[in-house]
């Protein structure tokens, strides 16, 4: 499990950020598969615990400064049949 941010090169803040939530399925002898690539929001960090994985995110809310968003969600996911899946 990766988390990715992207920024604009020329010019990185927020709202020129990408969140994305990459997983990778191990195939053995160093190989791997990508399983999904979800865009989360600006920013976040992921957490795995009991088998759950905990991705919170932050994105803006109308009335937030271009600099700080406030809008916090948490969500946890699973991974069913390789695809994830809320929980």
């Not at 090169?9 to 990508?34: M, V």
């Not at 795995?48 to 996911?77: A, M």
Request: charged share 20%; proline share 2%; aromatic share 10%.
């Amino acid at each position: 499990i990766v988390s990715l941010e992207y920024c604009e090169e020329a010019n990185c803040h927020l709202t020129t950020h990408s969140f994305y939530l990459a997983i990778f399925q191990g195939l053995g002898s160093n190989q791997y598969r990508l399983l999904i690539n979800k865009e989360i929001g600006l920013t976040g960090n992921v957490k795995v615990t009991n088998g759950k994985i905990i991705v919170t995110s932050y994105d803006f809310k109308d009335s937030d400064p271009h600099c700080c968003p406030s809008l916090r969600k948490t969500t946890s996911y699973k991974i069913k049949d390789g695809v994830l899946t809320k929980i």
